[in-house]
């Protein structure tokens, strides 16, 4: 089989562009002694992913019916909120009167990873024999953690309702949205509002989440009207809630819609743009690199008798420093200073990060001290900065020795930090320091996240080894961390390289499984391998569940 290119890491930026063929010169002794790749998983199962959505959403009928919920809000007023245990295990304690339950981020684990872990048809049973007794903490918590997978968010869920002491409320039912409009399920999303609206549990935030999720799925005109229909249910929008808009468009790449939106308020005349909606748009001219149109925004806040303040000083350093132009970043602190705005720890963090980004180290390390003279406190998106300056100088050991600063200080490091290191000790090909380091984060106290497995898979997917992303999957999924899109996608492509298409295909159907929607560079990739390999008719039957995911959406 002829191999693919190395898409994974196209897929997650410069963290997993390296050189494959340099892995085994450069990093011989840790990666010598681990283990042989693992056999080959078992045969894919035959199950399609629309047979899925109907088992999980066919035990119970609460969605988007006021008269079948079961329980009213008023059910519950003035009743005793549900004490919380587990059985087994004594580390759990009800806390009467603080509202505290020690233990629900330990249960809320332990539920992840059975959802996470358990085949479909035996996630309700597996957690009826967990023994956790279900509050609105531990469903909350458990939704949160399960964001990146809605499907497993909705089976939870469904289960959870059925439990002695479930009750329904406004962040449950905004976790579960989150995780939904994730995987673009907004028919579902909306009989979740009318199950809320039923309930009296809507509020603006319900509405924004609805926002933001459109937004970042390029649906700008549903996002829009998402933000009006807040009328149409009693909610009263504000200037606020304009500029709110305003900004999320802008931070979902939509800053131009975002400009239509201010001009369109300024010549309705219903609203006067204040301070904050200027900031806002040159946030987001500035995160497009757009200078011609920080400088209009800027220029038009002036005309309207707006003076800036620190924020809005910020956003003007962050966009010269965005778009590689630190002397006109420093001009503009200066003129803060001249003009006796006080630079905020905001401010100085974005100039250390511009100066590093530009490998300025000295004046990056001198705004360092600076900010230290300030009488600021050490913070640590501050000191995270300086790490990130010192290893694009590629000093790692300097930026070591600033982490045990932070370490001094009692303000971290925390996983930003390590993601940071990692990302530069990888772009520098330094895979074993790299995975030493990732290594120590646990005994450090900091336990990795996320992107940190992201950025550990895309490195050894991009460099061959597959068997060890395959290990750092396991750890992750034995802490109950749920993969992200981007991971699979890394995942897949490597095996895909090392013609494991068995494999390849096991975890595609993961994917689909728990509803993300795969990119359509990695279907390609995919099928072309199986295609190549001569595995004509499991490309198909990959093919048809895919259409199956895209086409039926679920119902409530």
């Known amino acids: 089989m002829r191999r693919l290119a190395r898409p994974a890491s196209r897929l997650l930026g410069s963290s997993a562009r390296s050189n494959p063929r340099a892995f085994s010169a450069d990093a011989p002794g840790v990666f010598d002694e ?19 959505a109907r088992q999980v959403l066919g035990g119970t009928r609460v969605l988007g019916f006021c008269t079948v919920a079961g329980r009213s809000v008023d059910d519950h007023a003035g009743t005793e909120p549900p004490r919380f245990t587990v059985v087994p295990g004594d580390a759990t304690v009800d806390c009467p009167g603080s509202g505290a339950l020690v233990g629900v981020s330990e249960a809320a684990e332990r539920v992840c990873r059975v959802v996470s872990t358990q085949p479909e048809l035996g996630i309700a049973s597996a957690l009826d024999a967990l023994g956790v007794a279900v509050s609105p903490e531990l469903v909350a918590e458990v939704l949160k953690n399960l964001s990146n997978a809605g499907m497993l968010a909705l089976a939870f869920f469904r289960w959870a309702e059925r439990q002695e002491g479930f009750r329904y409320t406004a962040e449950s039912f905004h976790y579960l949205i989150e995780a939904l409009g994730k995987i673009k399920q907004f028919r579902l999303v909306w009989s979740l509002v009318e199950t809320m609206r039923c309930r009296c549990l809507l509020s603006k935030d319900t509405f924004k989440l609805i926002v933001r999720r459109y937004a970042r799925a390029r649906k700008v005109k549903e996002a829009v009207e998402t933000f009006e229909k807040m009328g149409s249910f009693g909610l009263k929008t504000e200037l606020s809630d304009y500029n709110w808009l305003i900004d999320t468009l802008s931070k979902s790449k939509q800053v131009k819609k975002g400009h239509a939106i201010y001009k369109e308020m300024k010549r309705k005349g219903k609203f006067t743009p204040d301070l904050k909606t200027y900031t806002v748009l040159m946030e987001g001219w500035g995160h497009e690199k757009d200078l011609l149109m920080v400088k209009t ?31 006109e970043a420093i001009k503009v602190f200066r003129e803060m200073e001249v003009t006796g705005c006080m630079p ?47 290893c694009r100088a590629s000093k790692f050991q300097h930026a070591f020795k600033m982490v045990d600063e932070m370490r001094k200080c009692k303000i971290g490091p925390n996983s930003r930090t390590y993601d940071i290191i990692l990302h530069h000790m990888i772009k520098s090909q330094k895979f074993e320091e790299a995975y030493h380091v990732f290594q120590r984060m646990g005994m450090d106290g900091c336990e990795p996240q996320l992107n940190t497995y992201t950025i550990m898979v895309g490195m050894f997917c991009s460099n061959e080894r597959v068997d060890m992303a395959l290990k750092v999957w396991k750890q992750m999924k034995v802490k109950g961390v749920l993969p992200c899109m981007h991971m699979f996608s890394a995942l897949i492509n490597g095996l895909c390289f090392e013609n494991r298409l068995e494999e390849a295909c096991v975890y595609f159907q993961e994917m689909l499984d728990k509803g993300i929607r795969p990119p359509g560079q990695l279907f390609s990739n995919l099928k072309e391998a199986l295609v190549q390999g001569g595995r004509i008719s499991l490309a198909q039957e990959m093919a048809s569940k895919l259409d199956a995911l895209r086409k039926t959406p679920l119902h409530g």
Do not use: W
Request: one cysteine or more.
């Open 34 to 52: 681990m283990p042989p790749p693992p056999p080959a998983s078992p045969a894919l199962p035959r199950r399609s992913s629309f047979a899925h």
């Open 297 to 327: 925004v800027y220029q038009e806040m002036l005309d309207a008798g707006i003076r800036p303040d620190v924020v809005s000083y910020g956003m003007l350093i962050s966009a010269f420093c965005k778009s590689g132009k630190c002397d």
């Open 344 to 390: 905020s720890p905001h401010v100085y963090c974005m100039l250390i990060n511009g100066l590093g980004s530009e490998e300025r180290l000295d004046e990056a390390l001198k705004y360092f001290e600076l900010y230290k003279e300030s009488g600021f406190p050490m913070e640590v998106p501050t000191c995270n900065a300086v790490v990130g300056a010192y």
